[in-house]
């Protein structure tokens, strides 16, 4: 059973940076395509960013140029690096892996992917 644990979440003020990291109790599992989604009170959980096998890494419009996905697999741990964030960042931040290999031919992570953390939590003052 994969086990993902986030970690990193907490209180900035807007334009501050965060980052978050997610760690992956199954080594394999880091060479299959991870990413990040977020959801906040009363929304729907979205897509973030996300990040094959190969280290193609994918993007929201709404975050690109200000957030940085990575992985480490020598540590099982997936990042993502939050700068110039804003109120409409604020929400639970979830790390999410898929070992589907028709995924890569989506390109990005989706919301129904088998293996998902319980989530960090972001939260940005104005």
């Known amino acids: 059973q994969v086990q993902l644990v986030e970690s990193g979440g907490g209180s900035v003020q807007a334009g501050g940076s965060l980052s978050l990291s997610c760690t992956a109790s199954e080594y394999s599992y880091t060479q299959h395509f991870m990413g990040w989604f977020r959801q906040a009170p009363g929304k729907e959980r979205e897509r973030v960013a996300s990040?094959?096998?190969?280290?193609?890494?994918s993007y929201a419009d709404s975050v690109k140029g200000r957030f940085t996905i990575s992985k480490d697999n020598d540590k099982n741990t997936l990042y993502l690096k939050m700068n110039s964030l804003q109120p409409e960042g604020a929400a639970m931040y979830y790390c999410?892996?898929?070992?589907?290999?028709?995924?890569?031919?989506?390109?990005?992570?989706?919301?129904?992917?088998?293996?998902w953390g319980q989530g960090t939590q972001v939260t940005v003052s104005s």
């Open positions: 990040i094959d096998s190969d280290g193609t890494t």
């Open positions: 999410g892996a898929d070992p589907r290999s028709w995924i890569r031919g989506v390109g990005c992570l989706k919301v129904d992917a088998p293996y």
